[in-house]
């Protein structure tokens, strides 16, 4: 089967937007996210992850990556720790990578 682009976005829960609220038990979940997006990375899976910076209500990341199926993207996208774990929220879309620049040394 051809494999397809996706696109999720994560969000911040609100809670979250500030920085006083912030404990050890969520920078290890955000540490988990990270290292959760490696293993797809090494694998050629995922092509892309980022976020805005700043840590506001208006703050977002991307993780932008390539599935099967939609359901398969879907299992990626909530097996994300900050997703599973409930610190961001997430949203999936079909997306399709049209221009990308080599940004490697």
Request: proline residues 4%.
């Given at each position: ?10 969000n911040?829960l609100e ?7 912030w404990?050890?038990?969520e ?8 290292r ?24 977002f ?20 720790p ?7 929220t ?8 049209a ?5 490697r040394?």
């Amino acid at each position: 089967m051809k494999t397809q682009q996706f696109i999720y976005k994560l969000n911040l829960l609100e809670r979250w937007t500030t920085e006083e609220n912030w404990t050890d038990k969520e920078n290890d979940i955000v540490a988990r996210h990270f290292r959760y997006l490696t293993k797809p990375l090494e694998d050629k899976i995922l092509i892309f992850a980022g976020k805005t910076k700043g840590l506001d209500s208006s703050t977002f990341g991307i993780v932008i990556f390539q599935a099967e199926t939609e359901d398969e993207a879907v299992s990626i996208m909530n097996q994300d720790p900050a997703v599973k774990e409930g610190i961001m929220t997430a949203e999936l879309f079909p997306f399709q990578v049209a221009l990308m620049q080599d940004l490697r040394p």
